[in-house]
């Protein structure tokens, strides 16, 4: 069993942070787990994450990584270390904004007649196309949202068959900006839009 | 030559990119677009661990190969940290790995245990690597429906049983749900104590 778990410290219930599958009994007997320190500490071009769990699978990865690399450079690494073994109060506040963003998303996008359901962890929401897009699909109403609204999301379908009906929203700007994306898609909900995508940006 | 490559064939158009072409379309036409598209953190990374970076580069020893499983003193830390934030104990020389980002290291753990016509099972949706790194590993993937959890695990049932051969591998994502939803699943967790207070960072 692999799981991820990149999210892991990107929570917004501080009662409740996300397990590790390895907290089950058994589960080193099967499972091997992925993590990063790409959210945990914004450091994603740094290219830092771990694998833990089955031996067997560790041992298999780290057979296949002595013919494919040379491990990350020492300083990174170093560093990577220094992070997890630091204090962690800039994880709190990284997040501590990630959650702040998030309601601010939540919230101004309701006033903009956008209800998308507040996600409990990660720094992704993922939010059902609205009703009046429904029938053309995420891709389409991820591009149309583009051109008359200047906000870029991701379509559902990026995810697989599955994912139609939504798009994914990351809290990758700040509160700012958040409110004024939602003041953008206030005015595009208003508007009926007809043409399809490929014709708008042909102009 | 040849040019219709045998794996670049089985991997679709990035999604990502799809939007990246319209987004910088729009930029070139001088429009200021809010970017929620990729889960690209825009965060600078805290000082102390920047520093830290300097602060080795500075050593003319650094510049050397590294270890590939990372060096002792990561997995020493990775393993606290997963003492401290789980209650986990792992044994940083067998149960821990450093990689270099953590979706190369899901590719690569595909393509070391993947054997030609191998059926995993992924769910769906999911990030594009949970599927694509065992495609190109050469594995068969069985999409298993995962709009919610519980879809989730009615359906690995099924997907188990009619998987010829057995399923070599399982993918799971977490999706949290608010509270519940995990505390059917017995677990050996001490409340988490990983915060310090301490100033500095």
Redesign the interface.
Known sequence: MLSDLAYADIYFDDSNPPPSILQIDGAKDIAIEFQSLSKTYAMPGWRMGFAAGNKHLVHALGRIKSYLDYGAYTPIQVAAAAALNGPQDCADEIRAIYKSRRDVLVESMKRAGWDIPSPPASMFAWAPVPESYREKGSMEFAKQLLIHAKVAVLPGTGFGEYGEGYVRVALVENEHRIRQAARNVKKFLSLRVNEPAELETAK | MQTDFYRIKRLPP???E??NI??A??RAAG????????????????Q???D???E??R?PR??????????K??R???S???QR????K?DPD?????????????A??A???TAPGDVVLVP?????I??FGFILAGAAIR?V???TPEEYLSNLGRAVKHSVPPPL??????R????RS?SS?????SS?S????????
């Open positions: 990035y999604v990502i799809e939007v319209l987004k379309k729009a429009e200021d677009i809010i970017d929620f598209s990729m889960g690209n953190p825009d965060m600078p990374t805290p102390h661990i920047v830290k970076l300097i080795t580069a050593d650094s510049n050397r190969y590294s270890a590939s499983r990372g060096i003193g990561l020493r830390a990775y606290a940290f997963y934030r789980f209650g986990v792992l067998s149960e821990v790995i450093a990689n270099i980002g953590s979706k190369e290291g899901f690569n753990l393509q070391a245990i769906n949706p999911a990030y594009p949970h599927a999409h429906p995962a709009r591998a399982l993918v799971v994502i977490r949290i749900r608010r509270r995990w699943i017995s677990t050996r967790r988490p990983r915060r310090s207070t301490r100033s500095g960072c």
